[in-house]
């Protein structure tokens, strides 16, 4: 598993925090077996029996550290009061460098977790977005990171506090009095039969409960993404429906834990109940016999209630651990996808480019079955030429920018940018030539400025010129200006308070803003009006005279100027040409552009 390859590498590097930390648990969970017998030694020398019995190895090892001899006086119980008050202050200290080094190493790895894993979201490819919810990515930022940190931090620190106390104080009650000991640990059997079986309730309740909670922040948040559907579609009651039975199934896998809980808590403090009792009725029998002392029996009754907790910590722990298991898993999962190709730092990197684009008999296939998406295109834009690419619904248009900026790879046939095949580039390296913009016209929630200005660099001194030149090309200046704080206006999520046609241009000057040498255009002008629209391919025919340009549109009137068009169906190229030659040729691009000509005068 390489996640928890990085988990030691990360105690590795923490070792020294580590190392302060385990020292502090272990001497704070001996000085916690250590007191109850400071408190058996000041009660044997107050009770009128004293020592009567052979004190154990413990006692005289407790004795050999106080600055007296064992005596009946009041002295001698002040001094053993002051020695627990003591150990009760270095408890403190030492709790305290336990938790803070502890915790912190957790903290520590929760950080470079995180970062590590946004890097890697970074590096997936465009293939895994596809098919990855983002409520999934989300709850794997957050709870599955959280659940990792909870094993690394509290899971560890707790299971030490038990590891190091449970036997320690096991070998002191020996050596006060085994019988009694042995007596007392019976509910401990009871306590561990019960751990057994409830452990496994919380845990499966606790689990299911994580899934139904991962899915009810994965439904809201594309709830509240898909807002204005919701509404549009009157989808709200349902909405509120779905959430409810989500909900509903959290609750009772809630409920399902608390009550496993309860009774499990309930029976922890049974069993420690019936502790007591046979520590105080065996015990006083002992004492009956000569064999123990009152203060035995008080430092029995001290470890008794001293040893629950770390028993009920440990189911606690053991919970912690399962859940971090299944996180690791899907950590892991999401690591070992392949890196796309152009986050790989391989290929060459060009200092300039002609923008000379090429497709050689080229065919895509997204999935192993069905139809290619592209099947044998072949077309050569030569720089500073301009390509039109029509066609209807799913013919692959969107396949053949997704080409040009290696977002898919060709299955059959090569892509060659300025002669040379796509791959042996450096991806990151071609695509800072490149001026795309999508087919959704995807903006941030930033101001106008940021989004048009995303590829130049913060401290570029042309950087506002050149977001105002875009702006202006892009035929969105005067809204801009009249926007309430102009180019400084927030977006919404998604830049919601721009409409479709505005945030067309807006991803049209981002696109413009880095003067690249290729510009791919994908249907971004679908929601702009022709007499806009033909204002803005002016522009650019002023503006980009020496840029390789792919216009992708439904409509005629956008690619009706280009050097070459070609018509796309099924993925098939089944016409190309000029606009006269297609129109002559009387084929689909005809009978398209006659039905939009007349749509556009009888509007
Ligand atoms: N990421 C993807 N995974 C699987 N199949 C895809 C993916 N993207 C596109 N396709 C499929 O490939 C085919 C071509 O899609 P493409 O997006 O290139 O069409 P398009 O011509 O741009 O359509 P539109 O005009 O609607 O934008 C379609 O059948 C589509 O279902
Ligand atoms: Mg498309």
């Known amino acids: 598993m390489r996640s928890l390859r990085f988990l030691l590498a990360e105690y590795k590097a923490n070792l020294g925090w580590f190392g302060i930390g385990m020292t502090a648990l272990i001497i704070g969970a001996l000085l916690q077996t250590v007191a109850p017998l400071y408190i058996k030694l000041a009660v044997d020398a107050a009770s009128p029996e004293g020592f009567a019995v052979n004190e154990g190895l413990a006692s005289r090892l407790a004795l050999s550290l106080l600055p007296m001899q064992l005596e009946r006086s009041e002295r001698f119980v002040v001094t053993c009061l002051g020695m627990v008050a003591l150990i009760a202050v270095l408890i403190g200290i030492a709790t305290f460098y336990k938790r803070y080094y502890l915790i912190r190493i957790s903290r520590r790895t ?27 990515v989300m709850s794997l930022m957050t709870s599955d990171i959280e659940a990792v940190r909870q094993m690394i931090g509290p899971a560890i620190m707790y299971m030490g506090g038990t590891i190091f106390m449970f036997p320690a104080a096991l070998a002191i009650m020996l050596s006060l009095n085994w019988k009694l000991t042995l007596l007392s640990l019976i509910p401990m059997l009871g306590l561990g039969a019960a751990t057994l079986w409830f452990n496994p309730r919380v845990k499966r309740y606790s689990l299911r409960s994580q899934e139904d909670l991962e899915q009810l922040s994965a439904r809201a948040q594309e709830n509240f ?7 549009a579609f009157s989808r709200e009651e349902f909405e509120i429906a779905e959430m409810q039975r989500l909900g509903d199934t959290y609750l009772a896998n809630k409920l399902g834990q608390a009550r496993n809980q309860a009774l499990y808590h309930g029976s922890i403090l049974g069993f420690s109940g019936l502790g007591v009792l046979i520590i105080l009725y065996f015990g006083a029998t002992e004492i009956g016999a000569g064999r123990s002392t009152v203060g035995d029996m008080a430092a029995f009754l001290l470890y008794n209630l001293a040893l629950y907790w770390p028993m009920i910590a440990l189911g606690w722990v053991t919970m912690l651990f ?7 898993k899907r950590i892991d999962a999401m690591m070992n996808v392949p890196v796309d190709a152009s986050r790989v730092p391989q290929g060459d990197v060009p200092a300039s480019l002609r923008g000379e684009l090429e497709l050689q008999n080229v065919s895509v296939r997204y999935s192993d079955h069905g139809p290619p998406a592209l099947d044998g295109v072949s077309f050569r834009v030569a720089p500073g030429r301009t390509l039109g690419i029509v066609g209807p619904v799913g013919s692959g248009k969107s396949t053949i920018a997704n080409l ?19 791959g042996e580039y450096n991806t990151h390296a071609l695509r800072s030539f490149f001026g795309y913009v999508p087919q959704d016209s995807f903006l941030f929630s930033d101001t106008i400025a940021s989004n ?24 969105f200046e005067s809204e801009v200006l009249s926007l309430p704080h102009g180019y400084d206006t927030m977006l919404g999520e998604r830049g919601v308070n721009l409409s479709g046609g505005q945030k067309q241009r807006a991803a ?7 003067k690249p ?4 255009f994908d249907d971004c002008l679908s929601a702009v009006d022709t007499d806009t629209e033909e204002r803005i391919l002016r522009n650019l025919k002023a503006e ?21 068009i070609i018509v796309l169906d099924d993925g098939k190229v089944i016409e190309r040409g000029t606009d006269a030659e297609l129109r002559a040729r009387d084929g689909l691009y005809a009978a398209l552009a006659r039905r939009q000509e007349l749509a556009a005068a009888l509007a």
């Open 508 to 514: 049209i000057a981002r696109a413009l803003a880095a």
């Open 225 to 231: 993404a898909g807002a204005r559907v919701v509404k």
């Open 322 to 328: 399962v859940r971090a298991a299944a996180s690791l």
């Open 404 to 422: 040009l900026l290696r977002m898919v790879d060709a299955s059959n046939g090569r892509v060659l940018v300025d002669g040379k095949p796509i």
């Open 544 to 564: 980009t005279r020496d840029v390789s340009t792919v216009i992708i549109a439904q409509r005629i009137s956008t690619v009706q100027h280009a050097d070459e």
């Open 452 to 475: 048009i200005g995303l590829a130049l660099p913060a401290d570029d001194p042309g950087r506002e010129a050149a977001i105002r030149a875009a702006v202006k090309a892009a035929e």
């Open 110 to 136: 929760e950080y470079s977790l995180r970062k590590r894993m946004y890097a890697r979201l970074q590096d997936m490819p465009g293939k895994w977005f596809d098919h990855t919810r983002s409520g999934g």
């Open 517 to 520: 040498a290729v510009l791919v």
